[in-house]
């Protein structure tokens, strides 16, 4: 494969674990940093993985200024979709006609928000990333589990055929890493599908304070996971995104065999972040609402969480 220039943007938990892994693969990956740069550039990014090992990247093309970063051929977006806006004119920055900018990021309607903010020769991408890792210091990641990649193409300009080659250049970039990744034909299924995972596991996280663990052994929370779930499948469907209809018994038996993880949005909300309500709970209540289909739990749970964040 040729040697491609990676830009990463949001040098977290999953900008950080995936950049890593593609740096140590061999890849010319570049990391963009605001308030962790100084600590990178001083002691690199480790990588403490149940499934890898301790990996360390003592030598990190790290950037404090964009203006300063050489434009990349695939950039990775890791930052949360609250900063999506304020981010477009960094990936146009870092951009070139024809680069590739994929969106790691969680929640429905996240590339639709973006794509008027840059320009119309980008391919742009959604990353759906089945992972369990959080950032533990400045420039350390911890991983617990997992670490696919589903990917699909959004929106650029490229036609059918070229869109899905695109799309599995990107899976290709990833699996080089020895990390899975799928190209998927469908990336609004593909956000629907792990919105049935990100809807009752991050905001019963925060609202109860509690692990995937604690959620799962007590009947209570395992009842009202499953509800979430399948109100999530129900809202799919009327988009027109139908899942497999024991997809969500299917996620409880896969989170039963997890270690206890807790979810991103836990750590935002403790570390007084704001949530990233719309992308996980607005956008995908709103395209339900607006195909006839009402999800009361899901709109309680999104409620409450407006509540904690807005204080």
């Known amino acids: 494969m040729q040697r491609l220039r990676i830009g990463i943007i949001g040098t977290g938990a999953i900008g950080g674990f995936y950049g890593l892994m593609l740096a140590k693969a061999g890849h010319d990956v570049h990391f963009l940093l605001r308030s962790e740069y100084q600590a990178v550039v001083a002691n690199g990014l480790r ?27 695939w950039l990775l977006v890791g930052a949360k979709t609250t900063s999506n806006a304020q981010l477009a004119p960094v990936i146009t920055r870092l951009s070139r006609p024809g680069t590739r900018v994929v969106l790691l990021q969680n929640g429905l309607a996240v590339e639709e928000q973006l794509r008027p903010l840059l320009p119309d020769n980008l391919h742009l991408l959604g990353g759906l990333c089945f992972i369990c890792t959080h950032r533990a210091a400045p420039g350390v990641i911890e991983h617990q589990a997992l670490g696919a990649v589903n990917l699909g193409y959004h929106s650029g300009p490229a036609g059918a055929g070229e869109s899905l080659a695109i799309v599995e250049e990107g899976a290709e970039l990833f699996r080089s890493a020895g990390l899975e990744s799928v190209a998927m034909a469908d990336l609004q299924q593909a956000r629907w599908q792990k919105l049935v995972w990100n809807v009752p596991y991050n905001g019963l996280s925060v609202l109860l304070g509690a692990g995937t663990t604690r959620l799962m052994a007590n009947a209570d929370s395992r009842a009202l996971i499953l509800e979430l779930m399948r109100e999530v499948v129900q ?31 836990y750590h935002d909300f403790q570390h007084k972040r704001p949530l990233e309500l719309q992308a996980i709970y607005a956008a995908p209540l709103a395209a339900a609402a607006a195909a006839g289909c009402e999800l009361p739990k899901m709109r309680m749970l999104h409620q409450a969480l407006r509540f904690l964040d807005a204080g």
């Open 47 to 73: 990588l403490n993985s149940a499934v890898y090992g301790q990996l360390h990247l003592q030598s990190v093309q790290a950037w404090g200024d964009p203006a300063e970063m050489p434009p990349c051929d």
């Open 235 to 265: 809202g799919a469907a009327a988009c027109g995104q139908v899942l497999p209809e024991d997809y969500p018994e299917k996620l409880l038996a896969t989170t039963d065999r997890m270690p206890d993880y807790l979810p991103s949005m």
